[in-house]
């Protein structure tokens, strides 16, 4: 699973160290995935998951709603006493503190037994999105507010459902540039590349005609023609902000700027040459390529990532209960003599 280190202007925790949180999460994931793939194995998963106190008889007479309900909180709940137990000091020694006195600290609940280690490892991705939507919206001492589409974003789970742990992903950040916000793509650090993402994508099959003018022209079968504004004018803009940032703090790894139609055909003979089309056709090859990349996290790549996300905007506010801690603490003050 890829990893989110930026989403908009949300605060991130790779902010706070891009050096320490993409090693530490690719480390934390595997443990748990083999402590859950033994378990399985073993025929031991109800016990390892299992609630420390067992439901009440009138509580497993509920209708499936209330269930659904009881499921859905302990999910969202995934990786919360971890998460509360971190500290920004020493967020790994204090994890494994936190697992050694409560066995059930990375619960999973699954709607029903997982019939095979496919099934077992989707519904594991599945809990590890959330937690990473988690790490790229909060710390342990702020948070921002998360539109709820993002947690419905079918692309945003693509890129990290579907490439490696070692890809760093920035989902339209916004990157405040002379005082001024500009919000672009996607933008994927993988440790040989940066890739400057522009979607284009409508309906299945549809076809775009591309040239040098300011809009090109959607065509499908069941739907008539329509414009749609040039994609090369995002993508080179990705491309220029990424490409001064890379020159100011000596970053030297490639910048690939692409158009991507997962879905539809783009036709675009006179292609710039420093441009990749990726469409239904080629997009394929392109995605089992990158998912083969089996190189570990480079340190270029981290210097890149810090570099953009020096630029990046960000909006968040203090958690309550820091704010609650920081007043008992100023109390205690007055109050001593």
């Not at 090693?23 to 016990?47: F, H, I, P, V």
């Not at 920035?170 to 793509?185: H, M, Q, R, S, T």
Request: proline fraction near 6%; glycine fraction near 2%; charge should be neutral.
């Amino acid at each position: 699973m890829a990893q989110l280190i930026k989403m908009q202007d949300y605060i991130s925790r790779y902010e706070q160290d891009i050096y320490r949180y993409p090693t530490q999460y690719a480390r934390l994931k595997k443990q748990q995935w083999d402590k859950l793939k033994a378990a399985y194995q073993a025929g031991e998963l109800d016990q390892l998951y299992s609630d420390a106190v067992a439901e009440p008889e009138e509580m497993k007479s509920q209708p499936a709603l209330d269930e659904s309900k009881s499921l859905m909180r302990k999910v969202r709940g995934i990786f919360s006493r971890a998460d509360k137990q971190a500290t920004e000091a020493d967020e790994l020694v204090l994890q494994n503190q936190a697992e050694d006195q409560d066995p059930n600290i990375f619960s999973l609940r699954f709607p029903f037994r997982p019939a095979n280690l496919d099934e077992l490892k989707q519904n594991y991705l599945n809990q590890l999105l959330r937690f990473q939507m988690k790490w790229g919206s909060s710390t342990v001492r702020e948070k921002s507010f998360v539109d709820r589409s993002f947690f419905l974003d079918e692309r945003l789970r693509f890129f990290l459902q579907r490439f490696p742990d070692t890809f760093l992903v920035l989902y339209k950040p916004i990157f405040l540039l002379k005082n001024a916000p500009v919000e672009v793509d996607v933008i994927i650090l993988t440790p040989m590349d940066a890739w400057c993402i522009t979607f284009l994508e409508a309906e299945e099959d549809a076809a775009f005609i591309g040239s040098s003018d300011r809009f090109w022209i959607r065509r499908h079968h069941k739907q008539p023609d329509k414009k749609v504004l040039n994609p090369l004018l995002s993508a080179n803009r990705m491309g220029n902000i990424v490409s001064q940032l890379f020159s100011l703090y000596e970053v030297n790894i490639p910048i690939k700027k692409v158009i991507l139609s997962r879905n539809g055909y783009i036709d675009f003979p006179e292609i710039p040459f420093d441009m990749t089309i990726l469409d239904k056709r080629s997009f394929p090859e392109w995605f089992e390529r990158m998912r083969a990349t089996s190189s570990p996290i480079k340190a270029q790549q981290l210097k890149a990532a810090q570099a953009l996300l020096e630029y990046c905007q960000t909006t968040s506010s203090r958690r309550p209960e820091w704010d609650a801690d920081s007043h008992r603490t100023e109390a205690n003050e007055h109050a001593e003599p």
